[in-house]
């Protein structure tokens, strides 16, 4: 059975846009973190914004982030999507309903990562077809912006484990409870 982990960017009152306020507290830590976060994945899973602003970047960072822009560029990315038609960086867009189409790919035996797309992370979660959550928690509050959780998201869930980076960064892996 496959696995689907959503690895999100927040700030302490959660909000997940525009995560340049992120600039600040990344460092190796993270950056290691977040490496092999993608590198035990076999495949993206994406929402159509998060992919269009991905694939608008990553291809011209590949050179100078190595074997993370290399992975990044080379896999297979599953993209949620009603309104784009010609699939480009070795995407494949899900046809028909989303949930029952990341169903059918939850019965591979691969590992499925969604970086930001909260709307995305928001519908997989009501149907409880996320197996991980992995939250990075900055200690930033921006006052303003787009909330990772839509209103009427519910979800228990057990924490499996945490650390701290030097830069006050909380990472927190949570379980479905």
Sequence with gaps: MGKIIAVEYVTLDGVFEEPAWSGPYFNDELGAWQSSNLMEADALLLGRRTYEGFKAAWPQMEEATGDFGKKMNGMPKYVATTTLTEPEWNAEFLQGDVVEAVTKLKTGSG???????????????????IDEYRIMVYPVVVGEGRKLWDEGTKVALKLSSTFTTTTGVEVLTYLPA
């Design 111 to 129: 590992s499925l990562l969604i970086n930001g797309s909260a709307s995305l992370v928001n519908l997989l979660t009501r149907h409880n077809l």
